[in-house]
């Protein structure tokens, strides 16, 4: 069974700070996306990666995924309160071909 | 605007009756899922299809049912048999069934079901 795993699962940062989210897997795959939800709200499409290596970058947010030791990263740079949100990863299962299966999610409250 | 559209966003049960949510897609997606979301437990698969007329289980399928007699439509019917109703239901599709390439999946607003 594939398990995804987030940390942290709560992060509170003052703006114009830097982190980072992590986001680990359990089995092979080399297709992993994140998205962003605002309270009550859909889920919106961020990054989609799939290659070992791939980085992709929008805005204050950076992604990156190394499929060899199972881990994604999503960092952020000089964080601003816009970016307050749940944010998930999700790994596509190679072996069923047809599924995704999400982390717990990052509750990331930026304070001013 | 092409898109997902879940309704109704809120809806109220009673315990013991069945509910049907309904998804609908002008997006020419031959996939579309279901998915639950408690708090805390990011979201778990229900069911999905790759194709009209065929469907699969997910991870929580278990007092769930679906059917996809058209590619636009999806619908998910939560029965008495599911213990623990009360979630936000998303209902998302791809383009293809193994979402690659630079599809992800499209999620609707969701719709919050609340069992009493």
């Not at chain 2, 991870?59 to 769930?64: K, L, M, N, Q, V």
């Not at chain 2, 499209?106 to 009493?116: A, C, D, I, K, S």
């Amino acid at each position: 069974e594939l398990k995804v795993e987030q940390n942290p699962l709560f992060l509170s940062m003052q703006e114009g700070k830097n982190y980072t989210i992590y986001c680990n897997y359990s089995t092979t795959s080399d297709r992993l996306y994140w998205y962003r939800q605002d309270p009550g709200k859909s889920l919106e499409s961020l990054f989609v990666l799939l290659s070992n290596g791939a980085v992709k970058q929008e805005g204050r947010l950076m992604a990156s995924l190394d499929t060899k030791a199972r881990l994604s990263t999503l960092h952020i740079t000089a964080a601003v309160h816009d970016l307050s949100a749940t944010y998930f990863c999700a790994v596509d299962e190679e072996t069923s071909g047809s599924r995704l299966t999400f982390g717990e999610g990052t509750q990331l409250t930026v304070n001013p | 605007d092409g898109g997902i559209t879940q309704s109704p966003k809120y809806l109220f049960r009673k315990e013991g009756q069945n509910v049907t949510l309904s998804c609908e897609q002008n997006l020419n997606h031959d996939a579309m899922y279901w998915y639950r979301q408690d708090p805390g437990q990011g979201l778990r698969l229900i069911y999905y299809s790759q194709i009209v007329n065929d469907f699969q289980k997910g991870d929580i399928a278990e007092g769930y049912s679906v059917s996809r007699e058209k590619k636009e439509s999806f619908p998910l019917t939560v029965t008495s048999a599911q213990k623990n109703p009360t979630a936000f239901y998303l209902c998302a599709s791809s383009i293809e069934h193994t979402a690659t390439g630079n599809s992800p999946l499209h999620f609707g607003n969701g719709t919050r079901l609340t069992v009493t």
